[in-house]
Nanobody
């Protein structure tokens, strides 16, 4: 059974930083794209970032480019989202998402989400 467990969310002041982690199990983590998707209160899902199986290719939404960094440690079956210079508009539930072997593959598993609140 595929499991994705996020951690690291919390309350942070504007301009602060947080690092989210996603611990994966139940599949060959090193073979799949991984993503972060967020949902702000009362809004729809927004794709944030993606990283390929080897970690050498990464993509970001324009709204987080230059502030967020996605990475992964395949030995630990974990991927991360380092979030710096946080803004109020980054407040959301952040989901870790498993993709396929290719960037164009559909998402096929989601974590339960971790809440990030950016507020003075």
């Amino acid at each position: 059974e595929v499991q994705l467990v996020e951690s690291g969310g919390g309350l942070v002041q504007p301009g602060g930083s947080l690092r989210l982690s996603c611990a994966a199990s139940g599949f060959t983590f090193s073979s799949y794209w991984m993503y972060w998707v967020r949902q702000a209160p009362g809004k729809g899902l927004q794709w944030v970032s993606g990283i390929n199986s080897g970690g050498g290719t990464v993509y970001y939404a324009d709204s987080v480019k230059g502030r967020f960094t996605i990475s992964r440690d395949n030995a630990k079956n974990t991927d991360y989202l380092q979030m710096n210079s946080l803004k109020a508009e980054d407040t959301a539930v952040y989901y870790c998402v498993k993709g396929g072997r290719w960037y164009s593959d559909a998402f096929d598993a989601w974590g339960q989400g971790t809440l990030v609140t950016v507020s003075p």
